[in-house]
């Protein structure tokens, strides 16, 4: 672990809203008093009706309820949009920047709004009434944060499906969730290359069935058959809506999105947010994370379709009037250099990526980064996975060019906004370590009976109290989220990861210690990509589990025991890797692929995922007691046959 430590520069700590004394103060204030503490942040966002409770939250398992304003009454597109027509009418709220250099678009609070109201319009026009789920399925354009406002507005639940997941993926959640309205678009762009979004929620329709309405949004204008009387062209039913459309009253707790995310074991879940809570953490942690002061040009990379996407580049940037860029392409198209040019033509302030991206950025050397300017920069993020010192430590000098502080914030899909992270006025920086909790976060590091530990340590991260963004549940299976989230741990949140803290109190994410890996920031259920693999023909048994990979944080690693009549061969592997990229999406391609004659399994017929965590390690010298294994002849097989990781 790296030791280096970097203080908070007195620029930085003058500068910004919070230093260290106004962290440890707001910090002790959120936990010794947490209504009053929570109930005056609640007026960051207007109220039509104010709440008079502002907590009443439960972590005990038998009876788990997390309800924050439960009695106030407000909107979310309402505080995204209409709050600012008066004082910010005319100003950017989203810079969006195509895959093409050539291709960008400035929209105004003004114009947003009136998009908003179009979009809402059109999708009450196909029926959606308030508490109905509408599944969006769309590439990183504009219209996506329009859908997802225009269902805010009027009180639908949207559920975002990221465009790279396939038409399996995508029918599972519009099933799961029971919507009939489908968002999408002709097809996307990204890196140069087209992604058929509207074919392939045409094949997810016929699958899930329900689905009444495709509403479809033209990017590359790409010819796409519609089926009359279910799909409709968004800019021909928009064009003849009114710019007006009334946001619905929606109470604190009324469901605001469902987002649909990997676990440990079973199909992903439908992680649910609703309105009050979610807004007033999402808006409270961006403006002061990332130290947002008005007129800053702040970029998050991540998409839509994510929760990265949702909490930063969509509902906490336009809830403080911000300035949000949204990026359709990818870093390396069509250079290698993408990010700091983009960076560069909009004159970024606040700049925050995933560490997977500044990796293969580095790769590249710092020639492509050198050659532009970055002055504009004053600050740079990092999410989605723990960040390496060594990725640290380039992104702080060559991109940051020794002058931006890295907040590094850990948060999950489930927490809705960040909850251990830097505040760059107050916290010194180490690399590699989320540093401290946020206000009102109460982490805990407990060993595997549940002990709460002291000091400096090791052990799985819980939380002890709930927060205003914390999930509520898990869509239509609320005992699925006591059990994947509170009985771990009786009475705590269970965050699946593991965790060190050190001697000044600061905490290091060590990564998942549940069958969830983390491959390029994105969540991958190991139990998903099992069940893909033995979905094929001829496969008979899988056995998936993550290892280092210096790119993507983790490769996915698959064991694969084929049916009797199979021989394993170089072509079966490239028709299993294709075989799973079509099932779940390439997001889940399996990195490697070894044959396995026998999975090393107990007498009762359990996987030992532990052994076969450590042959993909090539930790194999240190299996540990193997003696449980019904059948110990299968490891030296197993050894003898691993896939080479480098
Ligand atoms: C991991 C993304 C270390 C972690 C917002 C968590 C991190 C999972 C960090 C959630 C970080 C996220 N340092 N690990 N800064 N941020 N993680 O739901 O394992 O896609 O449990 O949410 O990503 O992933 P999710």
């Known amino acids: 672990m790296s030791e280096k430590v970097y203080d908070v520069t007195t620029e930085w700590s003058s500068r910004a809203y919070i230093d260290d004394a106004k962290y440890r103060e707001m910090y002790a204030a959120s936990l010794k008093d947490p209504v009053a503490f929570?109930?005056?942040?609640?007026?960051?966002?207007?109220?039509?009706?104010?709440?008079?409770?502002?907590?009443?939250?439960?972590?005990?398992?038998?009876?788990?309820?997390?309800?924050?304003?439960?009695?106030?009454?407000?909107?979310?597109?309402?505080?995204?949009?209409?709050?600012?027509?008066?004082?910010?009418?005319?100003q950017v709220a989203?810079?969006?920047?195509?895959?093409?250099?050539?291709?960008?678009?400035?929209?105004?609070?003004?114009?947003?709004?009136?998009?908003?109201?179009?979009?809402?319009?059109?999708?009450k026009a196909r029926g959606v009434k308030k508490g109905d789920r509408v599944t969006i399925y769309l590439p990183m354009i504009p219209e996506a944060a329009y859908a997802m406002l225009a269902c805010a507005r009027i009180g639908a639940v949207h559920s975002v499906v990221f465009g790279g997941f396939s038409p399996d993926s995508l029918a599972g959640r519009i099933e799961d969730a029971g919507s009939t309205v489908v968002v999408t678009a002709d097809e996307g762009l990204r890196g140069g290359r087209k992604v058929p979004l509207k074919l392939n929620a045409d094949a997810a329709a016929d699958r899930a069935g329900g689905v009444e309405s495709i509403i479809v949004v033209r990017r590359t204008g790409g010819s796409v058959p519609m089926r009359s009387g279910r799909d409709v062209f968004y800019d021909?039913?928009?064009?003849?809506?009114?710019?007006?459309?009334?946001?619905?009253?929606?109470?604190?707790?009324?469901?605001?999105?469902?987002?649909?995310?990997?676990?440990?074991?079973?199909?992903?879940?439908?992680?649910?947010?609703t309105t009050g809570g979610y807004l007033v953490y999402a808006a409270m942690t961006h403006q002061y994370v990332f130290d947002y002061h008005d007129g800053d040009i702040y970029w998050c990379t991540a998409d839509v379709g994510w929760v990265t996407g949702h909490s930063y580049i969509v509902y906490g940037p336009l809830a403080n009037g911000a300035t949000t860029l949204m990026f359709e392409g990818v870093p390396n198209y069509p250079t290698i250099g993408r990010f700091w040019e983009v960076i560069d033509k909009h004159k970024v302030n606040i700049f925050y990526t995933a560490p997977t991206a500044i990796r293969s950025l580095m790769q590249a050397g710092e020639e492509p980064v050198k050659k532009t300017s970055r002055a504009s920069l004053r600050l740079l993020g990092s999410v989605g996975e723990p960040i390496n010192p060594e990725a640290w430590e380039w992104y702080h000098r060559v991109v940051g060019d020794d002058r931006c502080p890295i907040v590094d914030t850990w948060w999950q899909t489930e927490t809705g906004g960040i909850l251990i992270t830097p505040l760059p006025g107050a916290t010194k920086l180490k690399p590699g370590s989320a540093t401290r909790p946020f206000f009102g976060v109460v982490p805990e590091v407990v060993d595997a009976n549940g002990l709460v530990l002291d000091g400096a340590c090791e052990g799985n991260l819980v939380l002890a109290d709930s927060w205003p963004g914390q999930m509520r549940t898990v869509y239509g299976d609320h005992d699925r989220f006591v059990q994947t989230y509170f009985a771990t741990y009786a009475g705590k949140y269970f965050t699946g990861d593991g965790c060190r803290r050190d001697a000044d109190g600061f905490y290091w994410i060590t990564g998942r210690v549940d069958d969830v890996i983390n491959v390029s920031g994105h969540r991958m259920g190991t139990a998903e990509v099992e069940s893909a693999l033995v979905a094929h023909p001829k496969v008979s048994e899988a056995a998936v589990v993550g290892y280092p990979h210096d790119i993507k944080g983790q490769g996915i690693y698959a064991y694969v025991t084929l049916?009797?009549?199979?021989?394993?061969?170089?072509?079966?592997?490239?028709?299993l890797v294709n075989w799973v990229r079509k099932e779940i999406g390439p997001i889940a391609s399996p990195d490697l692929i070894q044959f396995a004659p026998g999975l090393p399994k107990t007498r009762s017929g359990k996987i030992m995922r532990r052994i076969l965590r450590k042959i993909a390690e090539d930790e194999f010298g240190n299996l540990g007691d193997t003696s449980t294994l019904a059948d110990p002849g299968v490891v030296d097989d197993l050894i003898g046959n691993r896939q080479n990781r480098r």
């Open 38 to 90: 929570w109930g005056e942040e609640g007026k960051r966002i207007h109220w039509f009706t104010p709440y008079t409770k502002v907590k009443n939250t439960s972590f005990d398992p038998h009876n788990v309820s997390i309800k924050w304003y439960e009695d106030g009454v407000t909107n979310v597109a309402y505080n995204c949009l209409d709050r600012h027509l008066a004082t910010r009418g005319d």
């Open 94 to 123: 989203i810079i969006w920047e195509g895959d093409n250099p050539d291709e960008d678009k400035k929209i105004t609070y003004r114009e947003l709004y009136e998009e908003v109201c179009r979009f809402a319009n059109v999708l």
């Open 236 to 273: 021909e039913m928009a064009k003849n809506m009114p710019a007006e459309c009334a946001a619905a009253e929606m109470n604190a707790e009324d469901p605001l999105f469902i987002l649909y995310t990997s676990g440990s074991t079973g199909k992903p879940k439908g992680v649910l947010h």
């Open 563 to 575: 049916m009797s009549g199979f021989e394993p061969s170089e072509e079966l592997r490239k028709e």
